[in-house]
């Protein structure tokens, strides 16, 4: 899936609010302090982590690539 930002960045837990693979900061969260959030392939428990065009981020076998609108 490939989500496309108009600002330099977006935080780790709206993009996965944004791609719809949760429905609430709340859930973000604790998927992201639980450890199942993974940017470029390591684990990232930083849900105010800045994403930038390039960045691809998985969650639950599902993989978003940010790209530069």
Do not use: H, W
Request: net charge positive.
């Amino acid at each position: 899936m490939n989500i496309s930002i108009t600002t330099e960045f977006i935080k780790l837990d709206s993009l996965l609010k944004l791609a719809g693979l949760v429905y609430t900061g709340g859930e973000a969260k604790i998927l992201i302090q639980q450890g199942d959030v993974y940017l470029n392939g390591e684990v990232c428990t930083e849900r105010g982590r800045k994403i930038r065009p390039g960045d691809k981020v998985c969650l639950k076998n599902k993989e978003i690539t940010v790209s530069a609108e």
